[in-house]
């Protein structure tokens, strides 16, 4: 991008939103990385007590800057002052000391240590060179006495303990050094629905306390809940500073995130309903403890969306129909032949191809090039008597890459270069080759920014209309509603409402999502 | 198709998606085929291995580098053609054995394992070829029973690592130990003499003036690259090794490919066998001693990630001829076991590290176009 398209003037909203002292003031920070300029001017002001979000799309510079704050990365120039002066943290732990805690998404705890262990992990107190066990026992149940969280026991063992649990050891740690600043990237996306009201109610016993909170999420309605005061970032710049969270209207925010203000872009429906060929037929199927008695249909040119929390059972619902995981109960049928089960191998021979929930773990060969990508699943058809045929791979890649508008278009680099919506498009590619009837979608725009959803959308529905069907699974409501033609919601494991999309609403879906989650606590 | 306008900005070109694979015109193909080579111009040899070959080109470097330091420090013997033809020669041969289990190791650790039981595989293949009752069914019978034997523990080893679930490290150290145990139980503890002139002549004769090991090792070395780089059994040893996940979602058999990979460590070690009884007109049950560390120390050497999914098969060859270089550098300047040994260690390590830098650097230099969140 070139300085002329610098974007909407930065915008300051009053100063008066927060009472608190400023611990920290960023001014014009820049960081580049051998070709890419990841922060391009970034102005932050946090004060104490607060807490501020930042707002941003995949690829704004979030995580850059928090890397910055944490002292992974050192910024190539611009102002870092905390509490006043100005700071250069050489490395985490210089940051640490400072006072400043960050708290990632891949939480960073060892598995195999107590809670205290974890919580004061690199600065145990000891003497003599000895760890002082009942000081730090003593010390780590005082600071989980003040997360509310006085029942976790300092000797369990971290892996012991369910996700909102880890979350809370890993504040243990920012308050066991004495952090006036806790950074939180998305803090929200392991927890469960119910699990985030008490993380709120930490968030505002720390705030009350006078320490400062930076926190990430790409949640709306969690921002203006908890939030006291948002800087939005777009392209490694902050396009609107010191917004007031709760009465800054969505459609200024989004428009500062993206330049655009509408969220979701979906392509028309084809007026005709689907009545092609009944493709998929799923009877009754089962796996103790994930999901219970489920059917379902999908027809040739039709998509099928199921919408349910984390945790509803729909990924290993749709990982079942793969084969990937066996059933206890139940069939699988592919245009009315029955499918062995637990076989990835027979599913993408009777014609389907998944793309699965974690792209890089599950799908990717990240070092090799984007066409080995594409032709995983298909490089043994092009092949001749088990010989690869390299020249026809990269002709089928290319004319994929080309039909997806994959952007870097030269399919020899290696897919760890790509974006992660690119990267998306190389999974989605792979089953474009060969003969996929039936394309199974789970999550398939996570971490994927705005621009390159809309094309993954009508990637997809161009798909459906060429006579593919589509199974899509989506925790966003309103890609569910607006990409598939037919919806089945998902509970604890169950089906509990099927119906055409055009008569459900985002409201009601939610509703019948979260109602058993709200009234009777956390899914099984 | 989508009808009506479209109320973004997305291609249109998306939407117009062929859904279905077209039936391939070759015309069209051999286009595309021909776009992509003028874009990258890249030549056939060089493949997509840019990487591996640059960092072969290093190892080359070292080797010559080696060859220099011999050079000089016994310039007296380096001064007679001849003398430096049998040299090269007899580095080659010292190579030859242990570069053919590493063709085998490399496919294995790039499948993202390892086996540690390739020196005792060797072991029990040479002594169970060279039984009298084996012998007396002479080089045939004597080649099939090692080869056999070799791709029998494999499997054994393959099994019971993708079926049994066992780690391959505990596996074959398992193997390690119980293939020497029967190897010593079949050979009482005695060397069994090879009569076999056939099997002996394999070490002692020439071809065109070069040994006859040479060019099995040749052969399997040829053999293993063109398994590694042209077929698809090569194509699914990275992708089990890079990912095991990704490529059992795009319907890859892992666990059968997992055995097919230990049975081909098995079968370079019954060939290995073979060469090494024809070396020593014997075998016993201590043959082959530590190969499994020249052979995974040779691979790393050679750039083959020990976590999986990258490695080549010329780097590996390498990594052999270096070590069989600096053996033979020790033995014509007069020098202990014990200080080769010392260097090994430090070439190993400052192998490592170099690729290290390398990768890093490469990353870096990959990683311009990546959008950083």
Redesign the interface.
């Known amino acids: 991008m070139s300085a002329e398209d610098r974007g909407a003037p930065l915008v300051e909203a009053p100063d008066d939103a927060v009472a608190g002292e400023v611990v920290l003031r960023l001014t014009d920070v820049v960081k580049t ?4 300029r ?1 922060l391009d001017g970034v102005q932050l002001e946090v004060r104490a007590g607060e807490v501020h979000c930042l707002l941003g799309q ?7 800057l928090i890397k910055v704050l944490a002292g992974v990365h050192r910024p190539d120039s611009g102002r870092v002052e905390w509490r006043g002066e100005p700071v250069a943290f050489a490395n985490p732990q210089a940051a640490m000391r400072a006072g400043i805690a960050t708290i990632y998404q891949e939480l960073d705890l060892v598995e195999d240590l107590s809670v205290g262990e974890n919580a004061f992990l690199g600065h145990e107190p000891r003497r003599f060179g000895f760890v002082r066990r009942g000081t730090m026992a003593r010390r780590t149940r005082q600071i989980l006495g003040r997360l509310g969280h006085a029942e976790i026991p300092p000797g369990r063992m971290v892996r012991a303990l369910p996700a909102a649990g880890k979350q809370i050891v890993s504040m243990a740690r920012a308050l066991s050094h004495e952090a006036r600043l806790i950074i939180m990237d998305e803090p929200s996306a392991v927890l469960a629905h119910d699990e985030v009201g008490n993380l709120f109610r930490i968030i505002r016993e720390l705030t009350a306390q006078g320490i400062a909170v930076i926190y990430i999420s790409h949640r709306l309605e969690e921002i203006r809940e908890i939030g006291d005061r948002v800087t939005v970032l777009k392209d490694g710049r902050t396009t609107a500073a010191n917004l007031p969270a709760r009465d800054t209207p969505t459609r200024d925010l989004v428009s500062r995130m993206t330049g655009r203000t ?1 969220e979701y ?1 979906f ?2 429906r ?2 005709g309903a689907a009545d092609g060929a009944e493709l998929l037929t799923v009877e009754g199927l089962t796996r103790a403890g994930e999901f219970a008695d489920v059917s379902l249909r999908v027809r040739a040119g039709e998509i099928v969306g199921i919408a349910g929390l984390v945790g509803s059972g729909r990924s290993e619902l749709l990982e079942t129909v ?1 084969g ?1 995981r066996r059933p206890d109960a139940g069939s699988v049928r592919m245009a009315g032949r029955a499918l062995r089960p637990g076989s ?2 027979a ?3 009777a014609g389907m191809g ?1 793309a ?1 929930e974690e792209r890089k ?9 984007i066409y ?1 990508n594409v032709t ?2 298909t ?2 058809r092009y ?1 001749r008597a ?3 045929d ?3 791979e ?3 890649a ?2 994929i890459a080309e ?3 994959l952007r ?1 278009r ?5 897919v ?5 919506g690119n990267q998306q498009k190389v999974v989605v590619g ?1 089953w ?4 996929t009837r039936l394309l199974l979608l789970d999550e398939p725009t996570r971490g994927v920014d705005v ?1 390159a959803r ?2 993954l ?3 997809i ?8 069907g589509v199974l899509l699974v989506s925790s966003e409501v309103p890609e569910v509603l607006g990409l598939a033609d037919r919806v089945l919601v998902m509970r604890e494991g169950r089906v509990v409402r099927e119906a055409p999309a055009g008569e459900l609403d985002e409201n009601t879906v939610l509703d019948l999502v979260m109602a058993g989650s709200l009234m009777e606590g956390a899914p099984a | ?4 306008p ?6 249109e ?9 077209p039936p391939v015109d070759p015309a069209e ?1 051999a286009g ?2 021909h ?2 080579a003028a ?2 111009r ?1 030549s056939w040899w060089r ?2 291995g840019g990487e591996g070959v640059r960092r072969n080109l290093g190892l080359l470097g070292v080797l010559v580098v080696l060859i220099v330091i011999g050079a000089l420090t016994r310039s007296d013997l380096y001064s007679d053609p001849d003398w430096v033809w049998d040299n090269v020669l007899s580095i080659l041969k010292l190579a030859a054995v242990v570069g053919v289990v590493t063709v085998g190791m490399t496919f294995v650790i790039i499948g993202g394992g390892i086996d540690l039981s390739v020196g005792a595989i060797v072991a029990l293949a040479g002594v169970w070829c060279t039984t009298v009752a084996t012998q007396s069914y002479g080089a045939g019978g004597m080649i099939f029973s090692a080869l056999t034997v070799g791709v029998a523990v494999g499997l054994v080893n393959g099994l019971l690592i993708s079926y049994g679930r066992l780690v391959p490290f505990i596996a074959t150290l398992a193997m390690l130990v119980a293939a020497r145990g029967l190897a010593a139980e079949i050979s009482d503890k005695q060397t069994q003499v090879s009569d076999n002139t056939f099997i002996n002549g394999l070490a002692s004769n020439h071809l065109l003036g070069i040994p006859l090991l040479v060019y099995i090792l040749a052969a399997v070395v040829a053999a293993g690259w063109v398994l590694l780089n ?6 699914r040893t ?2 089990v090794g ?2 095991p ?9 892992v666990r059968r490919h997992t055995v097919l990979l230990y049975a081909l460590s098995g079968l370079c070690c019954g060939i290995a066998a073979i060469m090494l009884t024809a070396q020593a007109n014997s075998a016993q049950a201590a043959m082959a001693n530590l190969y499994e560390l020249d052979a995974i120390a040779a691979a790393i050497i050679g750039g083959t990630l020990l976590s999986g ?2 490695g080549t098969i010329i780097g590996s060859l390498l990594g052999v001829v270096i070590f069989a270089t600096i053996t033979n550098l020790f033995a014509i300047n007069g020098l202990s076991t014990e200080a080769q040994n010392m260097v090994k260690g430090g070439i190993i390590v400052a192998a490592v590290l170099v690729q290290q830098v390398q990768f890093r650097s490469l ?11």
Do not use: W
Request: aromatic share 4%; no cysteine.
């Open positions: 990385f051998p070709g890419v990841a995949n690829g704004a510079g979030k995580s850059t509408i872009v392509p028309d084809p007026s793969y990937a990835v191998g599913a993408v021979r998944m699965p773990s599950q799908a990717l060969l990240l070092g090799e090039p080995r995983l699943a490089f043994a092949a088990g010989f690869t390299v020249g026809r990269r002709a089928e290319d004319r039909s997806l508008e870097p030269d399919v020899r680099r290696p760890r270069t790509l974006s992660g792979r474009l080759l060969g003969d621009g809309a094309e959308y009508q990637v529905r161009g798909l459906a209309a060429g006579g593919v | 198709m989508t009808e009506g479209t109320p973004t900005a997305a291609p070109r998306a939407a117009q998606l062929p859904a279905q694979s193909t595309a085929v776009k992509v874009q990258g890249i493949g997509d042209r077929t698809t059994f090569g194509r990275v992708a890079g990912n996940e990704a490529a059992r979602l795009a319907g890859i058999n999914g990258r990353t870096q230099f990959l990683g311009r176009n990546r959008l950083t969140t």
